[in-house]
């Protein structure tokens, strides 16, 4: 921190108040020496004495620390960066959850269909064959509800006639809904039609 640039910063705005050092220490409970130690750049304001600093200026504790006035617009740019950056996260985040869900339901059913058609070579009709096949059904549908569950988590729904993106409400609504791949025919919360409802990555309308 640049104590010299904060306190020429802490006189220009003081003096754009027009109050002087004395009327700055009185409404802030201290001395003028104080006042004028930190418009030399020999000591920064206490914390305690910070916002109600900042609050008479009329400025934020960041300009106040940076010693200038920072742009609005720089102040904008900064937040739309971070959100965007956030966004991208939780795009790869959801892109990743949809290609576990295909990788864990492909593999599922390949090992499905594999131990029953092992089964029914090696046993033929039986009650082995029966209980094998039962086990095996009990896995796949463990791992078909695990792989709904990813695909409801990842992402949102996208309405076909209003591109509204929303998260259902209600597992079950989705689980009962007909669907192509993850493209669902659901009813939009918003504008309460039925569409089938694209799976999107992100809630922004970039992709
Ligand atoms: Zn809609």
Redesign the pocket.
């Given at each position: 921190m640049d104590l010299i640039k904060i306190g020429k910063f802490i006189a220009e705005c003081r003096k754009k108040k027009n109050i002087t050092q004395e009327e700055l220490a009185e409404k802030l409970y201290i001395t003028d020496r104080a006042v004028s130690k930190w418009e030399r750049g020999l000591s920064l304001p206490d914390a305690d004495k910070m916002l109600e600093l900042c609050r008479i200026l009329d400025i934020n504790v960041n300009e106040l620390l940076n010693g200038e006035k920072i742009n609005m617009k720089d102040y904008e740019k900064k937040t739309d960066e971070l959100l965007v950056e956030l966004a991208k996260q939780e795009e790869v985040k959801n892109k990743k959850m949809i290609t576990d869900m295909y990788v864990l339901g492909f593999t599922t059913i390949v090992f499905y269909i594999g131990i029953t058609m092992l089964a029914a070579y090696t046993l033929g009709e039986g009650t082995l064959f029966g209980i094998i096949v039962g086990i095996a059904t009990v896995i796949l549908v463990i791992v078909a509800l695990y792989a709904f569950k990813l695909e409801i988590s990842a992402g949102y729904y996208e309405?076909k006639?209003?591109?509204?993106r929303y998260v259902p409400d209600s597992y079950w609504k989705v689980m009962l809904s007909p669907h192509i791949d993850t493209t669902r025919y659901l009813k939009?919360p918003?504008?309460?039609?039925r569409?089938w409802s694209k799976k999107v990555m992100s809630k922004g309308d970039n992709k």
């Open positions: 309405c006639k209003c591109h509204h939009c918003k504008c309460g039609e569409s």
